[in-house]
């Protein structure tokens, strides 16, 4: 049977933050705000098709649902309940961890949809270099000439005047398998780095819990100025990685401590709880419905207007590669 409504966030990693008694649900608030919805798992971080290939028959192939993100779950599963269980962490299951949590990065809308912004953001970079090369211009437009893409050559001037300003002529997008591809294909890189931090069970005290939500391996990392940057920088020497695993333990990853289990204060899990809800691409999700929680989601709903990818030095980025080249 084909799976139409694809999760990205794996329902026996949802289950370990419902409440052990009845009624189980969590409850799931919205970075667009309104009130906290009661929800199980079952219908929590799912899009339908949104790794499915839809063939041009109309027929649907769930090869990465079934065959990549399946195999991987059921191994972390049975793993991640004996680390919450007896919070030691074996360094032989750490890999199969690591890889969990590397496609727990790449999978999820956020991630997608930075890989979108990025891809824009080089393609108008592109068009710009372009109006730089008058005789590439020329080659192109006779090339579209000889295919009849265009009824007539447009002058060189022109078309490096629509190019210089593409921003105010085009609007570029870029679609949403082809960016959920690209995407995934940073797995291996992610998986590398977290396989090269040191990993800590944080175990939250009773008067405190940890939440969760649409995108939960959070990377932080502080900048000689003394700004967070969220998302990326895995590889850098200051990363701090956080991945709740339920609402009393944390996995903590970075290249300083040595712990592999740690008691933290309430004032530690706040801020871990905190970076969590800025990584959240929109929805964030709490084993009870609290005020402390409504003000995290108050306090981290500006990202939601936010770009994901700092627009000036993916620009500086693309231009120093290009000399460099």
Known sequence: ????????????????????????????????????????PVNTGIERHLYNVIWPDSSVDDYIE??????IESIAKPIIDRWLKTHRISESEIPKIAAFLAFMNTRVPRNIETIREVGAVLATCLMKDLA?????????????????EIKEIKSIKEMQ?????FEENFHVSMS?????AMSLLLTEEVDRQLLNMNWCIYRAPRDSFFITCDSPLVCFVLDKNGMATFGGGFGLPNAEVTFPLSPDECLYLDRKQTNAYRAISKK?????????????????????????????VEESSVTIKEPKMDKKK????????????
């Open 268 to 296: 530690i899990v706040k801020e871990i709880n905190r970076r969590t809800a800025w990584m959240a691409e929109r929805f964030i999700i709490s084993m009870i419905r609290t005020n402390c929680v409504k003000r995290i």
């Open 66 to 71: 079934r065959k990549v993100f399946g195999p």
């Open 161 to 165: 005047n629509i190019l210089e300003n």
């Open 132 to 148: 730089k090369k008058p005789e590439e211009i020329k080659k192109y437009l006779s090339r579209l000439k000889k295919e009849r």
């Open 1 to 40: 049977m084909v799976t139409i409504r694809n999760h990205y966030l794996p329902k026996f990693y949802l289950e370990y933050f419902l409440p052990k008694k009845e009624p189980r649900v969590f409850w799931v608030y919205d970075k667009e705000g309104g009130e906290p919805r009661a929800q199980t």
């Open 176 to 180: 949403k398998k082809p960016a959920m």
């Open 314 to 325: 993916l620009i500086q980025i693309f231009k120093s590669e290009r000399l460099s080249g």
